[in-house]
């Protein structure tokens, strides 16, 4: 398997523009998830789906930000309009299985998209 | 007080230096996660724990589950184990992450 893909890599964008990153998960996994890593705030969990279903979207800045799953193998996050305070890098990852059973569950990550909103 | 807190925040080390990396975290988790960040961005899990200790080759995790406190060792340390590790704790699936522990290795 080629692991999580992202895409784009990196993304320029003006202010008040739609952005959409994409991600598809690892073949399998049943845990999809979406972080975004800023210098000042360092890794935060935005949102994470099991089974294409979101389960918590509590970590969402704002209702500018909508993330979709519509099958288990893609998903994409949306930013709409974009601002220069979303720059940052988005990580995709994805697991399979129960956190709490299996001790050495893990999450493998993509390489991310770095986003800039000028 | 941060939730998670990392020490040392930058540490540098001579080749084959054996080297630590602390976690402490304040709240109650069922799992915890060392990362490693590349100076690229990618992001590669190394362990995750939730009691003892795990070893994969140079590196050695343990976790005190009673002192909320996990450790990170690299032995002989190497130029190529530069890079930001990241300490991330979690109940469910909701990781909360330490601000990460920059470490060079100088050859």
């Known amino acids: 398997d080629a692991g999580v893909i992202q895409s784009p890599r990196h993304e320029v964008t003006e202010m008040g523009q739609e952005v959409t990153l994409r991600c598809k998960p690892i073949s399998g996994h049943d845990y999809l998830f979406w972080y975004r890593q800023t210098m000042m705030r360092g890794l935060e969990l935005l949102i994470y789906?099991?089974?294409?279903?979101?389960?918590?979207d509590s970590g969402m800045p704002e209702d500018r930000f909508s993330a979709k799953m519509p099958n288990a193998s893609f998903s994409t996050l949306k930013i709409q309009p974009s601002e220069p305070r979303d720059s940052a890098v988005y990580f995709c990852?994805?697991?399979?299985?129960?956190?709490?059973?299996?001790?050495?569950?893990?999450?493998?990550f993509g390489q991310g998209t770095r986003l800039t909103v000028v | 007080k941060n939730e998670v807190e990392q020490s040392p925040q930058n540490l540098t080390a001579q080749e084959g230096e054996f080297i630590t990396i602390n976690c402490s975290y304040s709240v109650g988790i069922s799992a915890l996660h060392w990362l490693q960040q590349h100076p690229g961005g990618g992001i590669v899990s190394l362990f995750m724990?939730?009691?003892g200790k795990k070893k994969h080759g140079r590196l050695i995790a343990t976790i005190n589950i009673q002192e909320k406190h996990s450790s990170l060792h690299i032995t002989a340390s190497h130029p190529r184990d530069s890079a930001v590790y990241i300490c991330?704790?979690?109940?469910?699936?909701?990781?909360?992450f330490g601000t990460g522990t920059r470490l060079k290795v100088l050859a």
């Open positions: 789906f099991n089974n294409n279903v979101p389960i918590d």
């Open positions: 724990l939730s009691s």
């Open positions: 990852a994805s697991s399979f299985g129960q956190f709490r059973v299996r001790d050495d569950t893990e999450a493998f």
């Open positions: 991330a704790v979690g109940e469910t699936y909701k990781y909360i």
